[in-house]
């Protein structure tokens, strides 16, 4: 090994030693007088081993810097130094210029540390005595040395067994020998090297073996003798957990493999897929189908299986525990306090959590300046907080966790909150809001203007925050790296930021998009929603210069790609009318892309483009396909950039008021798309579908004429969608997919030949309405014309027994109620007011919260129900049930709530607010069964 | 598929290998016959997919995908300013590792491997119109014509700047 090898090699272990040392320090000044010895000693061998070493190499400032801190952490072990904040001060300084020495080792020996030193040595001095005899001690024994080294293999078990013996010999006794060796004259540095690890290993077994002992002893205390002596053979074994140190870059390399053969891979299923779909049909026509390709099969899901885990397991190497960073914030809260004249205490949980390193890396900075941000702003000083009621010293809480595929990070405080009216007064003065749009915003959106560029809260600007330049640029790194940001506050009680992050950064989920003969790919991260236009709710117009998308009553900047990538190879100006809208958020600012095909989604691979690439503003780098073929990956951050400067002065002249800064009402159903054939394709809402099963088309039973199933020791009914809908033709595969659902009590089958997707689609417009039974309507979804399976309606149709005699029961209490539905859907609208007056109900429907209010405003003895979706534009749920309760006329109007997910959160906000039930949309018996229910109890109250 | 040569990094002839030698790739770009020494090429490959990449600088000529690399390809006709020949059936993509970066150059066609002695090369003569002096690392005399030998650092710094 030559010098710079060892040198590298020197740094890197000082790094390992140095690593936690910070924290280390810090609970041995927690611990004060009541020291943990082994905790002292863990400090004092890594600055001890990298002292040895730092000798060896003649590294002299680091030496004589570690050597002091040595001499002071000798101290406290042998408890003649009480650790307080000043004397640890100096070992957390001393701790972090040797840091910074190991990280600049060339010129480590032109660094002055006398200053340093001396204050180390002031520390020391305070009692003289004991230094002159750890002195004193390390002058004899020369000999001793020489045997270790020519004996080396026995000195092990040696100084094991020394230490069972007299443990209160052993600390001073590894800090003499190792002086010693370095005393040797004469010696060649290949034995002083050898002789200082033997003397470290020996060191260390010393420490596991009377570490066991210690516990043996405590277990019991009987057989003491025979315990220890078992203890010290089993720490002369080798140690059971082995590591390995591997540089990044091979791994990094081994990634890149792995990716590849991914993509081999995708290419080999599909290869395979494609075979068996042709062998399938020389089947049909009565070929005798060869049985190879049932092999190939097997083969490829071997293969498609190893490849997987392999991958799995190659990122699992890159990844890092998180509290490598958690670690480093003990101590800048511990300065901060000091420096605030504030009583802060971190708690860290979920140091283990472990995400990719390269996002372990990227989230030190925003973290430290969110850690920053909480204890500047959030925590109040000890004054503030007891005239408050809470205790002196606030707490700060560092929490990581994994949640549905993603790291989470949580910064919790427990200080004065943030006041959303103050922020949005302040977001009107800096001319981030304008006054209706800030009256309009609700008190969740208003706390997270902190992350509006520009924007600053602190009232005087402080060295630690408010400069004025943080949260955003906080939110722009965290979204870089293909994560989020939100903060939630309760003025007074304390602020929670939640930061979400990605696993991994290698692998991403995009979309894949044409433009002209060229393909892209954009991460599905920045993807809002996929847009078709329909020339009414949604359609492109003309600003100025600029194109807008007019999305629900908002408008977005449009961007065609195809003129932005600049696309010389065809030139043909093609249709501005055909094409396919992608709209994105990336940062604060949301805009739609024009592009002419959406492809396909894909998990790529990300390859770093070429120095001469790498700093082009639009592309994030580059990937390669499954056929091949490399592919851009787009920036939508610097597309967005890109677009600031075209439509800036169109949008602010041309449309004033009418843009409204990332407010977008979603109405996004989960559906499961099937088909019958490849000319027939449906679609059922997720929500009402209890399970999927596939099963042997021969386990379907005839009934008499009615298909059904045994499963689950009972039988299930089926249901054939071609009994009710009308279809070209029906696919009769060897297997199929039964969807499961409830309807009036029963469950029913509904059979699938195909299933193709579960997908999250927006059906908020774009959906025709059509009077077909069993079907809700039909729309667009992935490029398809799809049917909306209406599975009640169909149901009723199948099955029309069934409902005679629930029906019959119910009509007693049948009540026809005044309803009034507000709903942004035209979908959802028209579906919901042909229902209901189905059931004989009279409904009034309007598109908004802000025309309900209206209406009920002015006609409040018309209605003796109010419905209402949750996300719509002008005037959402929430807000129009708590302006409906603060009104005293509708104190006794039963409220439901609509939604396509009805989560516990939202579900909570709702009750709040007031509304009396929760529904799905598409669960009618549901929502009829509410419905009635709520009415009788209106009509009780009234009578009563 | 892309045929894949690779050229020996060593030379099994031992006389080869001394200083007084050295290894010249010679290739055509339009007319202009071009050396580069074998020391700085890792391989030569039949043209393949080049992805053309946006805004990039146009004597970038785009990306192609080598065995799970995305590797940026310099087209030289535009970085020397000689017209490009319809016909590319003949071409080739010289793969030269730079300071560990593996970056491709688009060639008309790849001639041989010349090993000429040290002595032969003449340093930047002024008679050399065709290329900008800056790429220049020696001229080599044949009988018959005169090669450019490149400097293949020098060339792929300045599409930097």
């Known amino acids: 090994m030559d010098e710079p090898d060892l040198l590298n090699e020197f740094v890197a272990e000082a790094r390992e030693h140095l690593g936690d040392i910070e924290i280390q320090l810090l609970q041995i000044e927690a611990m004060g007088e009541a020291i943990n010895d082994g905790l002292v000693n863990t400090v004092f061998r890594a600055i001890h081993s990298v002292k040895g070493a730092a000798g060896f190499l003649g590294l002299t400032q680091i030496n004589g810097v570690s050597h002091r801190l040595e001499n002071v952490l000798g101290k406290v072990r042998d408890k003649k130094l009480i650790p307080d904040p000043y004397n640890v001060d100096v070992m957390l300084k001393a701790a972090d210029r040797l840091k910074q020495l190991i990280e600049s080792i060339e010129s480590s020996n032109e660094t002055d540390n006398t200053e340093l030193c001396e204050r180390l040595d002031k520390i020391l001095d305070e009692e003289v005595a004991s230094v002159a005899t750890a002195d004193e001690a390390s002058e004899d024994g020369e000999a001793e040395t020489v045997v270790i080294n020519a004996e080396s293999e026995e000195i092990e078990a040696e100084a094991a067994s020394e230490s069972v013996e007299s443990e209160s010999a052993r600390p001073s006794e590894s800090r003499k020998s190792s002086a010693k060796v370095k005393s040797i004259p004469g010696k060649s540095n290949a034995v002083k090297k050898r002789v200082e690890s033997k003397l470290d290993d020996a060191t260390e077994l010393l420490d596991e073996a009377q570490g066991k002992k210690q516990s043996a002893k405590a277990a019991t205390s009987a057989s003491t003798s025979d315990s220890s002596t078992a203890s010290v053979r089993r720490a002369t074994a080798p140690a059971p957990e082995s590591t390995i140190r591997v540089g990044v870059r091979v791994l990094d390399r081994l990634m890149n493999l792995a990716g590849e053969l991914v993509l081999s891979r995708n290419q080999l299923m599909q290869a395979i897929a494609g075979a068996s779909q042709q062998n399938q049909a020389m089947a049909d026509q009565g070929t005798a189908a060869s049985n190879r390709v049932g092999n190939l099969d097997a083969i490829a899901a071997g293969l498609d299986q190893v490849t997987t885990e392999l991958q799995e397991s190659i990122m699992q190497t890159r990844m890092q525990p998180i509290g490598n960073v958690f670690n480093k914030f003990p101590r800048i809260i511990r300065d901060l306090s000091a420096s605030l004249g504030k009583q802060i205490q971190l708690r860290t949980e979920g140091n283990e959590v472990e995400t990719d390193k390269t996002i372990v890396e990227a989230i030190a900075d925003p973290l430290t300046h969110l850690i920053r941000n909480s204890c500047d702003h959030g925590v109040e000083t000890p004054e503030v907080r007891t005239a408050a009621g809470k205790s002196a010293s606030g707490t700060v809480i560092l929490r990581a966790y994994h949640q549905a595929g993603k790291v989470m990070i949580e910064i919790i405080d427990d200080g004065a909150g943030i006041d959303p009216n103050r922020l949005k007064s302040r977001a009107i003065e800096k001319g981030i809001l304008d006054a209706d749009a800030a009256a309009r915003m609700s008190d969740r959106e208003a706390v997270n203007l902190i992350f509006a560029p520009g924007f600053s809260t602190a009232a005087v600007v402080t060295d630690v925050s408010g400069r004025g330049v943080g949260m955003d640029v906080v939110r722009t790194n965290i979204e870089k790296i293909g994560g989020g940001v939100e903060v939630t506050s309760e003025l007074g009680q304390g602020s929670t930021v939640r930061i979400t992050l990605p696993l991994t950064l290698a692998i991403v989920p995009s979309m894949i998009v044409g433009v002209g003969d060229r393909r892209y790919a954009l991460p599905q991260s920045s993807i809002v929603e996929l847009v078709q236009t329909d020339g009414k709710e949604k359609c492109i117009q003309r600003a100025n210069q600029a194109e807008v998308l007019r999305l629900r009553g908002t408008l977005l900047p449009l961007v065609r790609l195809r003129q932005i990538l600049g696309n010389p190879c065809d030139s043909s100006e093609s249709d501005l009318d055909d094409c396919q809208l992608v709209v994105v958020e990336t940062g604060h600012c949301k805009f739609a892309m024009a592009v002419d095909r959406v492809l396909d989604s894909e998990e790529i691979v990300v390859k770093p483009l070429g120095r001469h690439l790498s700093n082009l503003p639009l592309l994030a780098g580059s990937t390669i396909l499954g056929d091949g073929r490399v592919a851009m990956i787009l920036d939508t951050a610097g597309i967005a950039s890109r677009i600031d400067l075209a439509t800036e002065s169109a949008s602010d002249e041309d449309l004033p008021g009418e843009r409204q800064p990332g407010e977008v009402a979603q109405d996004v159903q989960r559906m499961v798309l099937l088909s019958v054939s490849n000319r027939d394709r449906f679609a059922v809402s997720m929500d009402i579908v209890s399970r999927i099963e596939r099963v042997e088309a021969d386990r379907i039973e005839m009934l008499g004429e009615r298909p059904a199933m045994q499963y689950r020791g009972s039988t299930l009914p089926l249901i054939s969608i071609d009994e009710v809908v009308k279809v070209s033709e029906v696919d009769r595969p060897k297997q199929v997919h039964i969807i499961v659902f409830r309807v009036y009590g029963r469950e029913v089958g509904l059979i699938s030949p195909h299933l193709h997707d579960i997908c999250d689609s927006d059906l908020t417009s774009g959906v025709q309405m059509i009077r077909d039974e069993g079907v809700a309507g039909i729309a667009v979804i992935q490029e398809t014309s799809t049917r909306l399976l209406d599975l009640y309606g169909l149901t009723k149709v199948a099955r029309p027994d069934w409902f005679e005699v629930t029906g019959s029961d119910d009509e007693q209490v049948q009540r026809s109620a005044r309803i009034l539905v507000c709903e942004d859907s035209t979908f959802f609208r028209t579906f919901l007011t042909r229902t209901l007056a189905d059931e004989g109900h009279k409904i009034t429907s309007v598109e908004n919260g802000e025309l309900g209010w209206c209406e009920l405003a002015e006609h409040p003895d018309d209605f003796d129900m109010l419905m209402t979706d949750i996300e719509m534009p002008e005037l959402d749920g929430i807000e129009l049930t708590r302006r409906v309760r603060a009104d005293g006329r509708f104190d006794e109007l039963p409220i439901i709530a609509l939604s396509s997910l009805a989560d516990e959160e939202s579900t909570a906000r709702g009750r709040a607010a007031g509304v009396d039930d929760y529904q799905v949309k598409m669960n009618k018996p549901a929502l009829l069964a509410s419905i009635q229910s709520l009415i009788a109890k209106k009509m009780e109250t009234v009578e009563a | ?161």
């Open chain 2, 1 to 161: 598929m892309s045929a894949t040569k690779t050229l020996p990094t060593e030379s099994a002839d031992p006389s080869l290998a001394d200083n007084a030698s050295i290894q010249l790739v010679t290739f055509r770009v339009h007319d202009v016959m071009l050396a580069i020494d074998i020391e700085h090429v890792q391989e030569i490959n039949r043209l393949m997919d080049v992805t053309p990449v946006p805004e990039a600088s146009s004597m970038i000529h785009g990306v192609v995908n080598l065995r799970g690399d995305v590797v940026t390809v310099i087209n030289p006709h535009r970085v020397f300013d000689l017209p490009e020949d319809g016909d590319r059936s003949a071409g080739r993509n010289l793969i030269l590792n730079i300071r560990g970066e593996r970056i491709g150059v688009l060639v008309d066609s790849v001639s041989d491997i010349l090993t000429v002695s040290r002595d032969e090369l003449s340093a930047r003569p002024q008679n050399v119109r065709a290329i900008d002096r800056r790429f220049i690392q020696s001229v080599y005399l044949r009988s018959e014509d005169l090669v450019v030998v490149l400097d293949p650092v020098g060339l792929v710094d300045t599409i930097n700047d």
